[in-house]
């Protein structure tokens, strides 16, 4: 088992910087892929970003490409999403993600076995 817990999000105006922050325990943190997908009400739960177990892979979605970055500390045990230039459209739930596939940095919501609660982003205009 995996536990996940989100901390980071807020209120923030259009043109802003916020830093998300997953802090996870109980397993080898670098056995698995971490990823970052968002949820906003009545559409589905949508990918982000991802990175490998050491770090060395990661993969983002169009929408987020150039403003996002995601990184890990291993020894931290945390992962974290850098977003800058927030838009009124990234307003949504924030969720990190783990995987076992620690070799790649997957996109497939169905590829993660384990879930933090969430963390609400707000983008105002």
């Known amino acids: 088992q995996v536990q996940l817990v989100e901390s980071g999000g807020g209120l923030v105006q259009a043109g802003g910087s916020l830093r998300l922050t997953c802090a996870a325990s109980g397993r080898t943190f670098s056995d698995y892929a971490m990823g970052w997908f968002r949820q906003t009400p009545g559409k589905e739960r949508e990918f982000v970003a991802a990175?490998?177990?050491?770090?060395?892979?990661?993969n983002y979605a169009d929408s987020v490409k150039g403003r996002f970055t995601i990184s890990r500390n291993n020894a931290k045990n945390t992962v974290y999403l850098q977003m800058n230039s927030l838009k009124p459209e990234d307003t949504a739930v924030y969720y990190c993600?783990?995987?076992?596939?620690?070799?790649?940095?997957?996109?497939?919501?169905?590829?993660?076995?384990?879930w933090g609660q969430g963390t609400q982003v707000t983008v105002s205009s």
């Open positions: 993600a783990a995987d076992p596939q620690r070799y790649w940095a997957p996109v497939g919501l169905s590829e993660y076995d384990y």
């Open positions: 990175i490998s177990g050491n770090g060395g892979i990661s």
